[in-house]
Nanobody, 117 residues
Framework: QVQLVESGGGLVQAGGSLRLTCVVSGTIESISTVPLGWHRQTPGKQREFVALASAVDGNTYSGAVKGRFTITRDNAKSTVYLDMKNLKPEDTGVYYC?????????WGQGTLVTVSS
């Protein structure tokens, strides 16, 4: 079983920054071989992709966050980060960490980010 624990959410003014952290533990054979990503659920919308740190193919971002958010991973710490800059009120939502091993996805419990205007 895989556990993902997010932290770092909070209340920030528009234009501000936050860093989200996700620590992965449990029965992953090798953290360096699995993708690590972030999704979010904003009010009134379905959960959506935000960013992905692939094990081999680099990083990808949604169009809504590209240029403002940066995903990084530290395999030695089994941790993935999401650095968010120039935050906008529409970035408000619950941010979830996710990984996938052999076709099985595991999700964290989420961390709430609130951006005030």
């Amino acid at each position: 079983q895989v556990q993902l624990v997010e932290s770092g959410g909070g209340l920030v003014q528009a234009g501000g920054s936050l860093r989200l952290t996700c620590v992965v533990s449990g029965t992953i054979e090798s953290i360096s071989t699995v993708p690590l990503g972030w999704h979010r659920q904003t009010p009134g919308k379905q959960r959506e992709f935000v960013a992905l740190a692939s094990a081999v193919d680099g990083n990808t971002y949604s169009g809504a966050v590209k240029g403002r958010f940066t995903i990084t991973r530290d395999n030695a710490k089994s941790t993935v980060y999401l650095d968010m800059k120039n935050l906008k009120p529409e970035d408000t939502g619950v941010y979830y960490c996710v990984t996938n091993e052999r076709g099985v996805s595991s999700w964290g419990q989420g961390t709430l980010v609130t951006v005030s205007s």
